[in-house]
């Protein structure tokens, strides 16, 4: 990819499904996937006359969302019309918030597991992204077009929708990939949200702009629409930047607009020239009265979760792991409360767990496709294992034997499973003896190497005796061994 010689600055706002059981303004149920048009009513079929009630839920979850990113809450928060025609919103206006939306400002800050993985090594640390505001709105209808008609759907008309407007403080597409892993990963961990983008529960508009270096004000700002999975918008992005790059070079000025992306040809075509907000004519809804927010605000603030950064800081410190380890077990909740269940039962320490859990359980969950709640070995099971294979009960390569038949469904216990399939290791040193002799007198030069204080050989050492006893001796036990023997104890 050619790098742009333009500077790009990118803003995204996103639409996300509130994680209620009944719809914004009536009491209709949110179901995905329901026979078409039968969670409807008058409300939220848009009949004329029909009056609209507020969802108490949907907005104490929008101020929780808001007290996760440091947003403020203002003390009243009121309801308008965005009026425009579509045949999917047949009251031809949405109910939304434009003059005091229930959170302002706030912020998201990215860390580098946040990345595409193909881009965490070049990943900037410690990017926050600013938010403008958090609004409340309806969903609308889902139209379906065939070559001579079209189908409306209004199950999914009046889904509560948060609408989380950014800062233009992207610069990239990998930064705007970013900002939408960690605020799906805060919406799930505040339970707000499912943010399931293949159920459409999260879906980003991006505003991309290019100027040339040295100009101080954005270019014009280009409106990408509806895009629903992270991956089209990091191509979207990618796309865009070139398209307007190269029209820039040919000297082709460039104007507000809105445009589609077409995830097919991987390209993105005129919808048209861009409306400001003031061509709806937003105006205050008559019906729905202002929110007091203090009693939810007072509700929201009991709920607000221990943060995925915070989590992984306080694990990083209490745990002695690595901050990228810690990043991994504090990504998703669930599983980083299984960790944690786990590492308080195992008698080997948080370290050796945290490394089966990383290393052994996650491989085992993802092939299977499973989350940690699924999980079919209990983090007590688990504990006991990382603790059989940590004493020398068994060998590395056994234990992940046992792990692998325990989430067969094996329901004894990891020590069982050891002795029903004759997994002994050897821990007698006069077993031991003869394969340690054998690897100093092979290696002369090696072990020079160790005493002048290489500890790496030492490793390499151990594992040329585990060779040769076929990876049955006790490696701590060689280990110990071959320092004694080398004279380095
Ligand atoms: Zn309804
Ligand atoms: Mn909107």
Redesign the pocket.
Known sequence: MRMSRYLVTIGLEIHCQVKTA??M????AVEYGAEPNT???????GLPGALPALNREAIRLSILAGLMFGCRIPEVTTWDRKNYFYPDMPKNYQLSQLHAPVCQGGEVGLDRLHFPNDFQKQAPEGKVVRLDHIHLEEDVGKSTHYENNSLIDFNR??TPLMEIVTEPDMESAEEAVALLNALRQNLIYGGVSDADMEKGQLRCDVNISLRPPGQKELGAKIELKNLNSISAVRRAIHHEIERQSAELDAGIPQVQSTRRWDDDAGETTLLRTKEDAHDYRYLPDPDLPAVETAELLAAARRDVPELPHHKRQRFTDAYGITPYDAGVLAADRALADWFEQAASAAPAGAKKTANWVINELLARLNADSLHAEQCPVSPQRFAALVDLVSSGGVSQNQGKEILDAMFAGDAASPEAIAAARGFEQVSDSSSIEPFVDQVLAEFPDKVEEWKQGNAKVGNWLTGQVMRHSKGKANPRVVSEMLRSRAGLE
């Open positions: 009944s719809k303004f009536c009491s209709c969670r409807v009513c008058p409300v939220c079929l008309a009046g």
